[in-house]
C-alpha cells in the first residue's frame, strides 16, 4: 500500500547531501520505498550551496568520498589532495548517477514540519507547497553546516551594492574584477575565499572579529602511481579512519608536548608544518587539546609563522590569535597569511572598531566609514542544530525538538541519532555526535549503515516503534559534556559551542570521544538489541 501516489512512504529523508544519498540507497536496496526531499535543485547539499571562490574541503579527497562500493571507488580519481568544490559535486553527480538515486528525490522542496502521529504512529510530513506525507520513519539528514548566519546589523536591507553569503552562492560566477569587495568573517569560508577574491578585486577589505590559527595546506596534484597504491590498500586504510579520532587514518603521537626539549618540539612542529594536513599540529603531541601549557607551545609556534608571513608588523599584529590552539575548527589555508602583504589588501579589526551599521555604499563602523561594490559575508552558520529549527518537528503530546533543545535547558539526544519524545525519527550526524569533529563522510556511512540496520531490526521483529529512552540521553548528554569539560574546547567561544549566533544556549555540541571510540558504542548499543531504547510491537503485518 505504500506508493508514491498516495505520498506513504516507509522511509522520508530530509536533504540530498552525502547523507541522505547514501540513505536513500542503503534502504532502497533492503526494499523499504523511500522519498527524499530536498530545498535545492540538485543534489550536492554543502557542496551544491558553497559555490564561492576559493571552496574547498579541509579533509583530503582520498578519505572524503564514500567507501561502501567498491565500484564507486573504482571508477573516480580525484585531482588533488584537497579538492575543489567543483569536482567535490561532480563526484556527487556521478554518485546520483551511478545509483539512479534522483528518481526517488523531489528537488526544490522544503520540509516544513513533521508531527508524530500517535494514533497511526507514523509522521506526518508537510511541505512548503502544502503537501502533506505520511512515512513510518522520518530521517533528518540535514546536514551540521546548513543554516547560514547572517548577522543582523543596522540598515542590512539599505545597501544597494551585491550582497553574498559564502553558504549561499550564486550558481552563476561572480566576477569580481576591478571591484571594491569587503568581506566579514575569518573562518575557514573567509579563509579560503580571501586570497582568491583578492587576486580579482580591485582592492579587498576584511574585517576580522577574532584572529584565527590556520596552516598552509600544502595541496597538490595526486601522482597515478599514490593513487594506486591507496587503492591497493584501501582496506586497511578505511580500518583506520573508522578506528580513528577524526575519520582520517592518522592518529595523535603518543607524547607529551611538555616532555620534549623546545628545540625538539621546534623541530617537530616545522615538521608538521611542512607537511601540511587538517589535524597534522594536533597530533604532533598527545596533550595539545588537554593541557594549557602543552597548548601553548604549538599556539606560540603558529603566532611566530604568521609574524614571519606577514611583512607590516601592524598586521601581523591584529592576526594573531590568542585562543587555545584547535578549539575552534583548525584552518588549512592557501596563502592566506601572504594576502595580506598585498597593496590591494586591507585588514579590519572589528573587535575594536565594531561594524555599526549597513549603509547604501557599503558599511558603517565606529570610527570609519567604508564603499563597496560587493559585500561578502563569510560568517558562518546556526551550526548543528540550527537546520533541525528551520522545520517545525513534533513528536509525543505535540513536543516541538526547538522548545526540548533551544530554550535554555541542556540539549538532549541519544547517540547523536534519536532524542526521547520523537519516535522512529533518526537523525543522520546529529547533535552529540563526533560527526561535525570528523571526516564527515565516516560519521555519515557509520550514521546511515546504523540507522538502516535498526529499520531492518525493528521489521524482522515486528516492532512499530522505536524511541530513545529519557534515562539514556540524560546519560549520554552528561557523557557528551564531561568529555567535552576534559578538554581545553569549552573555554574558546566556537560554533561547537553555540557562542556565535547570539541568545542561542551555551554547551559543546558534540561528542569528543572520537569516531572510533563511538562506532563501539554504537554497535555495542545494537548488539545489546539496541540497549536505551524503548520498542513497541507492531499489531500490523509490516510491509516489504
Ligand atoms: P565560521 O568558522 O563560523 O566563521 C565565521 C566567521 O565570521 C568568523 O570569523 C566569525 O567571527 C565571523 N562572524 C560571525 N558573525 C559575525 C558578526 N555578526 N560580525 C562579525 N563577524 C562575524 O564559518 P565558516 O563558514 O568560515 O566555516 C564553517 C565551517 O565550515 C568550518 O569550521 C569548516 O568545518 C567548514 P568569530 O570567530 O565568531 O568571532
Same mark, same amino acid.
Request: hydrophobic residues 35%; contains cysteine; negative net charge.
Given at each position: 500500500?505504500?506508493?508514491?501516489?498516495?505520498?506513504?512512504?516507509?522511509?522520508?529523508?530530509?536533504?540530498?547531501? !552525502?547523507?541522505?544519498?547514501?540513505?536513500?540507497?542503503?534502504?532502497?536496496?533492503?526494499?523499504?520505498?523511500?522519498?527524499?526531499?530536498?530545498?535545492?535543485?540538485?543534489?550536492?547539499?554543502?557542496?551544491?550551496?558553497?559555490?564561492?571562490?576559493?571552496?574547498?574541503?579541509?579533509?583530503?579527497?582520498?578519505?572524503y568520498n564514500y567507501t561502501f562500493s567498491e565500484e564507486l571507488r573504482n571508477e573516480w580519481t580525484w585531482s588533488?589532495?584537497?579538492?575543489? =568544490?567543483?569536482?567535490?559535486?561532480?563526484?556527487?553527480?556521478?554518485?546520483?548517477?551511478? /545509483?539512479?538515486?534522483?528518481?526517488?528525490? =523531489? !528537488?526544490?522542496?522544503?520540509?516544513?514540519?513533521?508531527?508524530?502521529?500517535?494514533?497511526?504512529?507514523?509522521?506526518?510530513? =508537510?511541505?512548503?507547497?502544502?503537501?502533506?506525507?505520511?512515512?513510518k520513519y522520518f530521517i533528518t539528514a540535514l546536514g551540521c553546516l546548513s543554516a547560514s548566519n547572517m548577522p543582523?546589523? $543596522?540598515?542590512?536591507?539599505? !545597501?544597494?551594492?551585491?550582497?553574498?553569503?559564502?553558504?549561499?552562492?550564486?550558481?552563476?560566477?561572480?566576477?569580481?574584477?576591478?571591484?571594491?569587495?569587503?568581506?566579514?568573517?575569518?573562518?575557514?569560508?573567509?579563509?579560503?575565499?580571501?586570497?582568491?577574491? &583578492?587576486?580579482?578585486?580591485?582592492?579587498?577589505?576584511?574585517?576580522?572579529?577574532?584572529?584565527?590559527?590556520?596552516?598552509?595546506?600544502?595541496?597538490?596534484?595526486?601522482?597515478?602511481?599514490?593513487?594506486?597504491?591507496?587503492?591497493?590498500?584501501?582496506?586497511?586504510?578505511?580500518?583506520?579512519?573508522?578506528?580513528?579520532?577524526?575519520?582520517?587514518?592518522?592518529?595523535?603521537?603518543?607524547?607529551?608536548?611538555?616532555?620534549?626539549?623546545?628545540?625538539?618540539? =621546534?623541530?617537530?612542529?616545522?615538521?608538521?608544518?611542512?607537511?601540511?594536513g587538517l589535524f597534522t599540529l594536533m597530533y604532533t603531541y598527545n596533550d595539545i587539546g588537554f593541557v594549557k601549557?602543552?597548548?601553548?607551545?604549538?599556539?606560540?609556534?603558529? *603566532?611566530?609563522?604568521?609574524?614571519?608571513?606577514?611583512?607590516?608588523?601592524?598586521?601581523?599584529?591584529?592576526?594573531?590569535?590568542?585562543?587555545?590552539?584547535?578549539?575552534?575548527?583548525?584552518?588549512?589555508?592557501?596563502?592566506?597569511?601572504?594576502?595580506?602583504?598585498?597593496?590591494?589588501?586591507?585588514?579590519?579589526?572589528? $573587535?575594536?572598531?565594531?561594524?555599526?551599521? /549597513?549603509?547604501?555604499?557599503?558599511? *558603517?563602523?565606529?570610527?570609519?566609514?567604508?564603499?563597496?561594490?560587493?559585500?561578502?559575508?563569510?560568517?558562518?552558520?546556526?551550526?548543528?542544530?540550527?537546520?533541525?529549527?528551520?522545520?517545525?518537528?513534533?513528536?509525543?503530546?505535540?513536543?516541538?525538538?526547538?522548545?526540548?533543545?533551544?530554550?535554555?535547558?541542556?540539549?538532549?539526544?541519544?547517540?547523536?541519532?534519536?532524542?526521547?519524545?520523537?519516535?522512529?525519527?533518526?537523525?543522520?550526524?546529529?547533535?552529540?555526535?563526533?560527526?561535525?569533529?570528523?571526516?564527515?563522510?565516516?560519521?555519515?556511512?557509520?550514521?546511515?549503515?546504523?540507522?538502516?540496520?535498526?529499520?531492518?531490526?525493528?521489521?524482522?521483529?515486528?516492532?512499530?516503534?522505536?524511541?530513545?529512552?529519557?534515562?539514556?540521553?540524560?546519560?549520554?548528554?552528561?557523557?557528551?559534556?564531561?568529555?567535552?569539560?576534559?578538554?581545553? &574546547?569549552?573555554?574558546?567561544?566556537?560554533?561547537?559551542?553555540?557562542?556565535?549566533?547570539?541568545?542561542?544556549? *551555551?554547551? !559543546?555540541?558534540?561528542?569528543?570521544?572520537?569516531?572510533?571510540?563511538?562506532?563501539?558504542?554504537?554497535?555495542?548499543?545494537? &548488539?545489546?538489541?539496541?540497549?536505551?531504547?524503548?520498542?513497541?510491537?507492531?499489531?500490523?503485518?509490516?510491509?516489504?
Amino acid at each position: 500500500t505504500r506508493n508514491h501516489e498516495a505520498q506513504v512512504f516507509d522511509a522520508v529523508v530530509v536533504g540530498a547531501g !552525502f547523507s541522505g544519498l547514501y540513505m536513500l540507497h542503503r534502504l532502497r536496496e533492503l526494499g523499504y520505498s523511500v522519498r527524499v526531499y530536498e530545498a535545492g535543485e540538485d543534489v550536492g547539499g554543502t557542496w551544491y550551496w558553497n559555490r564561492y571562490p576559493g571552496a574547498r574541503c579541509d579533509i583530503e579527497s582520498i578519505y572524503y568520498n564514500y567507501t561502501f562500493s567498491e565500484e564507486l571507488r573504482n571508477e573516480w580519481t580525484w585531482s588533488s589532495r584537497y579538492a575543489e =568544490q567543483p569536482e567535490i559535486l561532480r563526484y556527487i553527480n556521478f554518485v546520483a548517477d551511478k /545509483l539512479d538515486l534522483r528518481r526517488d528525490i =523531489q !528537488f526544490k522542496t522544503r520540509i516544513t514540519s513533521a508531527t508524530f502521529n500517535e494514533k497511526n504512529k507514523n509522521w506526518d510530513i =508537510q511541505t512548503g507547497e502544502g503537501n502533506t506525507i505520511t512515512a513510518k520513519y522520518f530521517i533528518t539528514a540535514l546536514g551540521c553546516l546548513s543554516a547560514s548566519n547572517m548577522p543582523n546589523f $543596522k540598515g542590512m536591507d539599505r !545597501f544597494k551594492g551585491e550582497l553574498y553569503h559564502t553558504g549561499k552562492w550564486p550558481h552563476e560566477k561572480v566576477d569580481f574584477t576591478g571591484k571594491k569587495v569587503g568581506i566579514i568573517g575569518t573562518g575557514s569560508s573567509g579563509i579560503q575565499a580571501i586570497p582568491v577574491i &583578492a587576486q580579482e578585486a580591485e582592492h579587498l577589505t576584511v574585517f576580522q572579529r577574532t584572529p584565527q590559527f590556520s596552516a598552509p595546506a600544502e595541496n597538490h596534484s595526486y601522482d597515478p602511481e599514490f593513487l594506486q597504491k591507496v587503492k591497493e590498500n584501501y582496506h586497511e586504510i578505511k580500518q583506520q579512519m573508522i578506528a580513528s579520532m577524526h575519520g582520517v587514518p592518522s592518529f595523535p603521537r603518543d607524547k607529551s608536548a611538555l616532555k620534549d626539549s623546545p628545540e625538539e618540539r =621546534q623541530r617537530v612542529f616545522e615538521e608538521a608544518w611542512d607537511k601540511g594536513g587538517l589535524f597534522t599540529l594536533m597530533y604532533t603531541y598527545n596533550d595539545i587539546g588537554f593541557v594549557k601549557e602543552a597548548n601553548d607551545t604549538v599556539a606560540e609556534f603558529v *603566532r611566530s609563522k604568521i609574524a614571519q608571513t606577514v611583512e607590516n608588523p601592524e598586521v601581523a599584529e591584529m592576526l594573531l590569535p590568542t585562543y587555545y590552539y584547535g578549539t575552534k575548527r583548525p584552518i588549512i589555508d592557501t596563502n592566506y597569511f601572504q594576502t595580506y602583504n598585498r597593496k590591494n589588501v586591507t585588514l579590519v579589526d572589528i $573587535k575594536s572598531d565594531p561594524i555599526d551599521e /549597513l549603509t547604501s555604499k557599503g558599511l *558603517r563602523t565606529k570610527e570609519s566609514e567604508y564603499e563597496f561594490d560587493a559585500l561578502v559575508f563569510a560568517t558562518g552558520f546556526d551550526a548543528i542544530t540550527g537546520p533541525f529549527f528551520k522545520m517545525d518537528i513534533r513528536g509525543k503530546d505535540g513536543i516541538s525538538l526547538k522548545e526540548k533543545w533551544a530554550e535554555g535547558a541542556d540539549l538532549k539526544t541519544y547517540l547523536g541519532i534519536a532524542t526521547a519524545g520523537f519516535p522512529n525519527m533518526f537523525m543522520i550526524t546529529g547533535p552529540q555526535s563526533p560527526s561535525v569533529l570528523s571526516n564527515m563522510l565516516v560519521s555519515i556511512e557509520q550514521h546511515v549503515e546504523w540507522i538502516a540496520d535498526c529499520i531492518e531490526y525493528l521489521r524482522e521483529n515486528n516492532l512499530e516503534t522505536i524511541e530513545a529512552i529519557p534515562e539514556a540521553e540524560v546519560a549520554w548528554s552528561q557523557q557528551c559534556k564531561i568529555i567535552a569539560e576534559m578538554s581545553l &574546547a569549552t573555554k574558546t567561544d566556537s560554533w561547537y559551542m553555540g557562542a556565535n549566533i547570539e541568545g542561542k544556549p *551555551r554547551g !559543546f555540541m558534540a561528542f569528543l570521544g572520537g569516531v572510533g571510540l563511538y562506532r563501539q558504542i554504537c554497535d555495542d548499543v545494537a &548488539a545489546k538489541e539496541y540497549e536505551g531504547f524503548s520498542v513497541t510491537t507492531s499489531s500490523k503485518i509490516v510491509p516489504k
